[in-house]
């Protein structure tokens, strides 16, 4: 199996160089763009934009907050550790009373939570570090990959303990399109095991995996919350869930996993785009996971798996690397 790590010698660099600076061009854009535009307000006075933080100064601050909010917040183990089926709805996370410092009986302080993971992460040139409560694995078989689909249940929170989102019924999202540290958490966790049919209708869900995480703004929406709604800007976030089940996602159907299309292993999807005559619509990158021809060479991804197996990415060329990447192997299965 290909593994984005191989090293491919000059022709990879060769194509991971154009990425980059296809990358930065993109960016740079982009950042133009808002810095650019402005605004009036209704008086008609321009309204200047405000500037876009340094995402390595906003971490320390926001890395600040959670570690403050995890040192006075305890939740309730005991009580959620007796239950067979829990769900996030058993998860109680409660502030420690002014001058206090130590969870009452039966409750235990996050910090000091056995099970409470610190993860840290690379993601857009900046050391990140978030935090995982794991209260339940999972006991199912299966973990998403970051580009998959999950179904779950979710309940999100400001520090200040408002909620601002909340699943009570199952809902399905395209890791793809979430926030960075949802494709960061959930493939740690399984899915669960089975589930029952109610006679009421509804589902429940047994053996899901279950936990706590805690974001910085960086993994979360940083400067970009979703249109219309009340997050405000480097808002740290926190969200209890309930991994369910999980779908393989293969974004354009070219015979490759959308999280194989990551050639750089970063986790990041959109930075991926390996054809030579750059691809661009505009200013819009066609990228891997939704390029059914992903080295522009005119032949289709999925008919580079030479050898028939449903798996392009073994298929490699003379230039070290699979033909589905290299513009200069143009054989295809259909001529064989």
């Known amino acids: 199996m290909y593994s984005a790590n191989h090293q491919y010698g000059r022709s990879k660099q060769q194509i991971k160089t154009n990425m980059k600076l296809r990358k930065i061009a993109f960016i740079t854009l982009c950042l133009v763009t808002c810095f650019l535009s402005c605004n009036k307000d209704d008086d008609g006075e321009t309204i200047e934009p405000v500037p876009v933080r340094d995402r390595a100064e906003q971490q320390v601050a926001d890395k600040a907050v959670l570690l403050d909010y995890l040192a006075t917040h305890y939740y309730n183990s005991s009580a959620f550790e007796a239950i067979e089926h829990p769900t996030i709805k058993d998860i109680v996370i409660t502030k420690l009373p002014e001058g206090t410092t130590t969870a009452p009986d039966g409750n235990t302080l996050l910090k000091d939570a056995t099970n409470l993971e610190t993860i840290s992460i690379n993601f857009a040139d900046i050391e990140y570090e978030y935090y995982l409560l ?11 990959e970051f580009a998959d689909n999950v179904l779950i249940v979710h309940e999100g929170r400001y520090v200040s303990n408002t909620v601002f989102d909340s699943a009570i019924n199952p809902i399905t999202f395209d890791l793809t399109g979430e926030m960075p540290g949802w494709g960061k958490v959930f493939p740690l966790f399984n899915v669960s095991k089975d589930f029952i ?8 869900f047994r053996g899901q995996g279950i936990g706590v995480m805690f974001l910085p703004s960086g993994l979360a929406y940083f400067a970009s919350p979703p249109f219309g709604s009340t997050i405000p800007q480097y808002s740290p976030l926190i969200y209890k869930f309930e991994l369910l089940q999980t779908t393989q996602n293969d974004h354009d159907n070219d015979g490759i996993p959308s999280y194989l299309e990551d050639v750089d292993g970063d986790g990041n999807l959109f930075d991926e785009n390996t054809d030579n005559d750059l691809e661009i619509n505009g200013f819009t990158p066609k990228f891997n996971f939704v390029d059914s021809d992903d080295d522009g060479d005119g032949i289709l ?11 392009p990415t073994n298929d490699i060329g003379k230039n070290g690397i699979p033909k589905y990447l290299d513009p200069e192997e143009t054989e295809s299965k259909l001529n064989k």
């Open 197 to 204: 049919e109610n006679t009421d209708g509804t589902v429940s």
């Open 301 to 311: 991804t999925i008919n580079e798996d030479i050898d028939g197996d449903g798996d």
């Open 134 to 144: 794991k209260l339940k694995q999972g006991t199912g078989t299966e973990s998403p």
